[in-house]
Every structure is written in C-alpha cells, then in structure tokens.
C-alpha cells in the first residue's frame, strides 16, 4: 500500500489520548491487583500476529504503553497497513514488567478491533480491482471509536463517507416527501447548507434522472435490481450528464455479491459491515523475547 490520500494520517494525538485514557480507565479502574504480584523490574515482550492480517492501531498502541510507562521502548518490525502473515512477530517491547502486563489487553483491543476493520476493507477493495467502484465506509460505528475506525478503513484502502451527521446533507424519501418534490427538497438543502456536499437517495429511475438535472454530490440508487442499476449507470454516464455525479450502491453487498455489482460501474460501495461486524485479529502479547 502507498501512503497516499492521508490514508496513514491518524486522528489528531489528543483523540487518541482520550481514546485511551478512557479505555485504560474502564480496565484498571483502582488498580491492577494481578499486575501488583509481579516483581516491577526491566523486562522485555512481543508482539505475535496469530492470522494473516493487515496492521492498523499502531498509535494506540503505542498509546497505551506509553501512558502506562513513558520510557517504554516500542521497536515496530511492520509498517501500519502492512500484510502480514501468520505467526510474524509485529513489535518487540522493553519496559517495566508491571506496566507491561497492565496495558496488554487494552493496548491489544486497540489493535486488534482496528485491525480487523482494516483487513476486511482490504478484502472488499481486492474484490472490486479493477472496476471503477470505491469502497465507503458507513456511520455504523463502535460508538466513541468513529474516527478510530474510519482510520482503520483508510489503513485498508477504502474511503471515508460522511464522519456524521454535521458533515454532508443526506435527502431521503421523509425529505422529499416533506418538501413536495425531490428538486424542491435539493433547492431546499442548497439553501440551508450551501458548501456541505449533498447525498441523494432515489427509488427509482425517474427519481434519478431528476436528482441528475437538479444537481446533487452523489446519488445514492437504492434497492435497484442488476438491470435497473445498469440503466441507471448508463442514464448518468450519458449526455447531457456525462458521469459528473457519482453513483453509490448501499445495503445488501457482501463479499460474495460485490462484485457483478462493481461492475455494472458504479462509482462507489458503502459497506456498513466494514465497522459493524468487525473480526478482531488474534494478537496476543507475551513477556520474554520472541520465539526464534
């Protein structure tokens, strides 16, 4: 993978301290008493990749560690959004025994949540190689986690739809229906939130030959069957629109459907499971030096 885009940009350093302070706090909460029977000297550790995998989570981590033992010594053998194998040794650490074992499972949740996420991206966009389709994540998010995860979406090679509500207008049929017509209801989001991209959803062709004349950022194509999204694809390729508003499938895509999808050529993919039915990675962390 390139760093290209800002896909390896994380959220800003305080969001990841905040994600971790609270996550440290929910775990030791007064303190670890296992941890306490453990004699606190200098002591070294591993990283352990358990299944093929792409690595996410590296800041938070790191994180983790580091609010727990600042002079811990973190050395990384993998790049965020490397593939790696299973059974490759990801990270070796040197620090304070007590500290180590503290912030295993907190620092692991972290790293394996996210790269999860960013494996079963990397499988969706492997799917679709070589059709024009992007894949896009959703809002269905670990709540607290949003910028975390859309992180991890980046890390394996999808975009990013809106990060909330506050970012993009979304008009659906409850807009539409309130404002009268689908163009009243464009005319009347233009007006309201001038320089926020603006989303269509439409149910059928006629609905979307209006969204293309009244002018929209994308248009959503929901529930078309094979050959009604393959016309609503040509009717958008055509003049006098000639592709400039993109077309999105949503709902219902999974790794075995995507890809005939991809390619009646769509230009994007939202795929809610991205960050809702998220795998975790088997990582584990073990004291002592690594195998080998």
């Known amino acids: 993978m390139t760093a290209d885009d800002n896909r390896f940009a994380p959220p800003p350093a305080a969001i990841v301290e905040a994600d971790v302070a609270r996550a440290l ?51 990384w053998r993998v ?17 304070r025994a007590r500290s180590l074992v503290s912030a295993e499972r907190t620092s692991l949740n972290f790293m394996q949540t996210l790269s999860g996420v960013a494996t079963v991206t990397a499988a969706y966009v492997e799917a ?16 607290g986690l949003r910028l975390a995860e859309k992180y991890a979406v980046r890390v394996g090679g999808g975009s990013n739809h ?16 309130a404002a009268g017509s689908l163009t009243a209801a464009i005319d009347k989001a233009r007006e309201a939130q001038p320089t926020l991209p603006l989303i269509v959803e439409v149910e ?28 609503a694809v040509r009717i958008a390729a055509e003049a006098p629109f000639n592709g400039s508003i993109p077309l999105e499938v949503s709902g219902g ?5 995507i890809r ?4 009646d050529g769509v230009d994007c993919i939202s795929i809610g499971a991205l960050t809702k039915h998220v795998h975790a990675i088997d990582l584990s962390l073990k004291l002592g030096p690594p195998p080998g």
Not at 130 to 143: H, N, Q, V
Not at 206 to 218: M, S
Not at 260 to 263: H, I, K, L, T
Request: aromatic letters at 4%.
């Open 25 to 75: 706090a929910e775990d030791l909460g007064t303190g670890d008493v296992t941890a306490a029977l453990l004699p606190d000297h200098d002591d070294i550790a591993y990283l352990l990749c358990k299944e093929d995998a792409v690595v996410c989570g590296r800041p938070w981590f790191d994180a983790c560690h580091h609010a727990l033992d600042p002079r811990v010594k973190i050395d």
């Open 79 to 95: 790049a965020e959004g490397d593939r790696v194998a299973k059974g490759t040794v990801l990270a070796t650490l040197a620090g």
């Open 128 to 143: 679709v190689r070589g059709t024009r389709a992007k894949i896009l994540d959703t809002r269905k998010t670990i709540p």
């Open 162 to 177: 809106r990060i909330g509500l506050f970012d993009a207008v979304m008009l659906k049929e409850n807009h539409i229906r």
């Open 204 to 231: 059928t062709l006629v609905q979307l030959r209006e969204a293309l004349q009244a002018g929209c950022t994308r248009i959503l194509i929901d529930d078309f069957d094979a050959a009604t999204r393959r016309e």
């Open 253 to 257: 895509v999974d790794l075995t459907s």
């Open 260 to 263: 005939p999808v991809a390619e």
